[in-house]
């Protein structure tokens, strides 16, 4: 029989076992990833920006179905501006159900509610759900693609391309871990109330009942979403936000060889790092310019292709132009930009807007585009108040430079917001002119 006072040295050489043993799995799995091709990680203080774990964060990778965030950011967005409910009926096309599966099964011709839409998408990851959405809000699939893209230049989420509404495969359809992040805190700032549909665990459509796929949620504490993903190509991929204890983190997990070892390392990487986050917020990170590698990219849109630039009045195609929605999407014409730049305009033609060549303008200011020249800028900004003059009265215009990569970029901006607020709900506003807005501390 043991003597008494043996039992906690045995405990305690019991636990020292199972730490090392710990370790060592962390670091196999750890090695693992870091020899996989298609790994990529990224872990991020959602409260500061502060990256606390970054591994191939801005290498090229597959997003899969985590381009469904996308999807669900332009559908909650969609809902906020007042051009669907969540009782809007999403047709689908024979386009839509002909999406292999993970699918929900809805036959041409039949339809589903928005709302019933965001439950598959979330948890079945439904791509028959995915690509009807699209062709609710853009007319046509690969036209929402584009208007995907422009909003994840808007979000700087500059490494990202958008060509289907689904993830399914796509060899021209790319994202970084470090942009997924930036989507996955977006989608968290911007629609609080609808990002509570992501820690849906479960949903019943007809008679069968699609469990989320998210093995996480239930499993580690304070995890609320968001998002997974597989193809061949990408691996299995994951997007996790997690709120604990005051702390808020989100992490990325891309190209995993199977769902359990992703989640395995996901859970890892979420307890190493986040006794490290700040329990402090600083506000809208994806509204705030500076600070940190995880900041808005300023080029977007200048760095797209000039016929892909979300230009308000741009018509869309009139093989675009399929539902109600998408009609009601369309803003009213103004006279087109071409694709050579604009010719220099001389002082007088400016006007009373602010060039480059003025002080830059301090405190919170909105951005509406960032374009090649400082005449489209200008021109940009004269249609902005033409268009939006009970939004933008009574603040004023200015072009500033920015260069990236040797490229001179000319932001067209408006000034004399008092506070981050008033400058938010001035972008707010501007969304039903169809302007992509960022507001800006400009200190």
């Known amino acids: 029989m043991f003597h008494s006072k043996t039992l906690p040295l045995r405990a305690m050489a019991n636990a020292i076992s199972a730490l090392i043993a710990a370790i060592l799995v962390i670091i196999a799995v ?4 870091e ?3 298609k790994y990529a990680s990224f872990i991020i203080d959602a409260n500061t920006g502060k990256v606390l774990y970054s591994r191939n964060a801005d290498a090229p990778r597959y997003p899969a179905s985590l381009t469904k965030m996308m999807t669900l950011y332009m559908l909650f967005e969609a809902m906020e501006q007042g051009k669907v409910t969540k009782n809007t009926r999403v047709p689908f096309s024979s386009h839509a159900a002909s999406m292999q599966p993970t699918k929900l099964g809805v036959p041409a011709g039949k339809s589903i509610s928005v709302e019933t839409a965001i439950y598959s998408l979330v948890t079945k990851s439904a791509n028959d759900a995915a690509a009807a959405v699209g062709e609710l809000l853009g007319g046509t699939e690969s036209h929402f693609a584009e208007m995907m893209t422009a909003k994840a230049r808007s979000l700087g989420m500059s490494r990202t391309t958008f060509r289907n509404a689904s993830g399914l495969p796509n060899s021209r359809q790319v994202t970084t871990a470090r942009d997924m992040a930036t989507l996955g805190i977006a989608l968290q700032e911007h629609f609080p109330r609808q990002f509570k549909y992501f820690d849906t665990p479960s949903f019943k459509y007809g008679r069968t009942t699609m469990r989320n796929h998210n093995r996480l949620l239930g499993r580690v ?3 609320d979403g968001i998002k997974t993903g597989y193809t061949r190509a990408s691996g299995f991929n994951l997007v996790t936000s997690l709120h604990k204890d005051g702390r808020s983190i989100v992490g990325v997990v891309m190209g995993g060889k199977s769902g359990s070892s992703r989640d395995a390392h996901m859970q890892q990487l979420l307890a ?8 402090r917020s600083r506000g809208m990170l994806v509204a705030r310019a500076g600070g940190t590698n995880f900041a808005i990219d300023e080029a977007t849109v200048a760095e797209m292709d000039i016929d892909e630039i979300p230009l308000p009045g741009k018509p869309l195609r009139a093989r675009d132009m399929g539902t109600p929605i998408a009609a009601a999407m369309a803003p009213a014409p103004v006279t087109a930009y071409a694709a050579e730049p604009a010719t220099p305009r001389t002082t007088e033609a400016l006007d009373s807007i602010k060039t480059a060549s003025t002080a830059q303008r301090t405190g919170w200011v909105i951005q509406i585009a960032s374009l090649p020249s ?5 021109d940009y900004l004269r249609t902005a108040q033409s268009r939006a003059g009970s939004v933008l009265n009574g603040h004023d215009p200015f072009v500033e430079e920015f260069t990236k990569g040797g490229i001179l970029y000319h932001r067209a901006r408006f000034s004399g917001f008092s506070s981050k607020s008033e400058a938010w709900a001035a972008c707010n506003a501007l969304k039903k002119y169809d302007y992509a807005c960022l507001a800006l501390d400009n200190s």
């Open 374 to 378: 400082q005449g489209e800028a200008v």
């Open 221 to 223: 504490a304070g995890v």
């Open 35 to 37: 020899a996989n091709p």
């Open 272 to 279: 190493a790092n986040l006794a490290k986050g700040s329990k």
């Open 30 to 33: 750890a090695a693992s990833a």
